[in-house]
């Protein structure tokens, strides 16, 4: 199995760009979730989904969409970047919410100039 | 919403020497996960524990949950280098919820 996959692992942004990062998993996971980690601010959830067609905002949805057309894939969508999207992002998954440890992708840091 | 107190912010210590983290809920715990990460590295699933008293260990790393204080400990023997890197906790408050975590803390391990 390859596990969480990222990508890409390395970004650049100009303000305003859009752009959708990409995660996918090989597990057959129900839920899968978005995360970013700031300097400070630990992990903070933005998206989340518990199934194929089904998606919830997190903590910090503003200026992102997501979408779950199949259960392997997951991407997040920067409508418009904004520098206070600068972020290093990781997707995780699980096979469910209920005391099941959740897999982290290897992260995509993303800088927006 | 939940909070997650991790303390402290940051550890040095001398390799060889034992050393406690902790995280503390605002709320009552429903599970609560530790997870490490190396410095530009995705999170590593350490252990999770769902029951007050409950203790798990894994090689030289040992963690407790304390039910009523709400609170879990992490008990690192002996440290050596590999152990260095940021330790958060997650938790969750209900079956259904979802997972929130902590600040993290960075430790580093002097050779």
């Known amino acids: 199995n390859a596990g969480v996959t990222q990508t890409p692992k390395f970004q650049v942004l100009k303000t305003g760009q859009s752009m959708t990062l990409q995660c996918a998993q090989d597990m057959n996971h129900e839920y899968m979730s978005w995360y970013r980690q700031d300097p400070g601010m630990g992990l903070r959830l933005i998206h989340y989904s518990v199934g194929a067609g089904i998606t919830d905002q997190g903590e910090v949805p503003n200026g992102y969409n997501v979408s779950r057309s199949t259960t392997e894939d997951f991407p997040l969508r920067l409508l418009s970047a904004a520098p206070s999207q600068t972020s290093v992002y990781f997707c995780?998954?699980?096979?469910?919410?209920?005391?099941?440890?959740?897999?982290f992708g290897p992260g995509t840091r993303l800088t927006v100039t | 919403s939940q909070e997650l107190e991790q303390s402290p912010q940051s550890l040095i210590v001398q390799e060889g020497k034992n050393l406690t983290i902790n995280c503390t809920s605002s709320?009552?715990?429903?599970?609560l996960y530790w997870y490490k990460q190396k410095y530009g590295e995705g999170l590593i699933f350490l252990m999770m524990?769902?029951?007050?008293?409950e203790e798990k260990s894994h090689e030289k790393i040992t963690a407790k949950l304390d039910e009523k204080k709400q609170q879990s400990s992490l008990h690192i023997t002996a440290s050596q280098p590999s152990h260095a890197g940021i330790y958060l906790c997650g938790a969750t408050t209900g079956a259904n919820s979802k997972l929130t975590f902590g600040k993290g803390i960075t430790l580093s391990v002097r050779p």
């Open positions: 995780a998954s699980s096979y469910g919410l209920k005391h099941y440890e959740q897999y």
């Open positions: 524990l769902q029951k007050g008293g």
């Open positions: 709320k009552t715990l429903y599970g």
